[in-house]
């Protein structure tokens, strides 16, 4: 069973965020990037199915700019065996990301493709729905347990007020969870066996796939600050402002 990775560069989940001065997007320029959280889990989650056993090899595949191939090769360190970059300077909106991601598919024939839930920079939470929707795949979102026996992948899913368990028929589109797994802490030898690994670039014009935007962004600004809390003597005090000051009672 081979199974597909999309891994997104994105700005590191510590670097504080500042929105560009004229309002057109977040500034980038000198911050560090890394790989989408939810992405290392689905890397993870891949390298443990190859380890048990399940899967024969697993494939990391990033869309964008020429750094990304310092994501893939981190995917690699964690156990992906080769990488695939689709280079392009232009913006990817995930519609573009999961056609590119289709196209891939048709060529590869994986039997599982596991994309993080959502990528942090822009919270879309749609690569993974509209990619099982093009290629008409059984998809199961926010994966917490993920079992493959017998060509059908069990799934749960972490859904408002519990937890949701469901069978699907291979292939499938899978997408990972913050509780998954804890992934791997990546060693220096890993890093360097990666380096050796293949990695094929590609361009979007070479699978046939038009990435032109489909959505405008009008203005991206910072939340309003929050102003300072206020300690109350009592109760009583606490219940007249709840009332009088806030109206929320
Ligand atoms: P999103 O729909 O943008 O929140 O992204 C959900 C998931 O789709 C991510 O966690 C990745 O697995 C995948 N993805 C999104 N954009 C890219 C990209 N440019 N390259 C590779 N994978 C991507």
């Given at each position: 069973?081979?199974?597909?990775?999309?891994?997104?560069?994105?700005?590191?989940?510590?670097?504080?965020?500042?929105?560009?001065?004229?309002?057109?997007?977040?500034?980038?320029?000198?911050?560090k990037m890394s790989m989408n959280p939810f992405d290392e889990i689905a890397v993870e989650e891949a390298t443990r199915l190859k380890e048990a056993g399940k899967a024969t090899e697993v494939v990391a595949v990033s869309c964008g700019v020429t750094q990304c191939q310092e994501t893939l090769r981190t995917a690699m360190a964690i156990g992906a065996d080769r990488g695939i970059l689709v280079e392009t300077d232009a913006e990817l909106q995930p519609l573009a990301v999961a056609k590119l991601l289709k196209?891939?598919?048709?060529?590869?024939?994986?039997?599982?493709?596991?994309?993080?839930?959502?990528?942090?920079?822009?919270?879309?939470?749609?690569?993974?729905?509209?990619?099982?929707?093009?290629?008409?795949?059984?998809?199961?979102?926010?994966?917490?347990?993920?079992t493959i026996d017998n060509g059908k992948a069990t799934v749960t899913r972490?859904?408002?007020?519990?937890?949701?368990?469901?069978?699907?028929?291979?292939?499938?589109?899978?997408?990972?969870?913050?509780?998954?797994?804890?992934?791997?802490?990546?060693?220096?030898?890993?890093?360097m066996k990666a380096k050796k690994k293949p990695l094929e670039v590609v361009k979007p014009a070479d699978l046939?796939?038009?990435?032109?935007?489909?959505?405008?962004?009008?203005?991206?600004?910072?939340?309003?600050?929050?102003?300072?809390?206020?300690?109350?003597?009592?109760?009583?005090?606490?219940?007249?402002?709840?009332?009088?000051?806030a109206k929320v009672i």
């Open positions: 069973m081979k199974v597909l990775v999309p891994v997104k560069r994105v700005v590191d989940y510590n670097v504080k965020v500042r929105v560009k001065s004229d309002g057109t997007g977040v500034d980038v320029a000198n911050v196209a891939l598919a048709d060529k590869e024939q994986p039997q599982l493709i596991i994309l993080g839930k959502q990528a942090i920079d822009d919270d879309c939470n749609q690569t993974g729905q509209m990619l099982a929707a093009l290629l008409g795949w059984p998809q199961a979102t926010f994966a917490s347990k993920v972490e859904v408002d007020g519990g937890l949701e368990t469901v069978a699907l028929t291979l292939p499938a589109v899978v997408t990972t969870d913050l509780r998954l797994n804890e992934p791997r802490y990546v060693t220096l030898p890993n890093i046939g796939v038009d990435v032109a935007p489909r959505l405008k962004t009008l203005k991206v600004s910072e939340p309003p600050k929050r102003s300072a809390g206020i300690k109350v003597p009592d109760v009583a005090t606490l219940v007249t402002k709840l009332r009088n000051e």
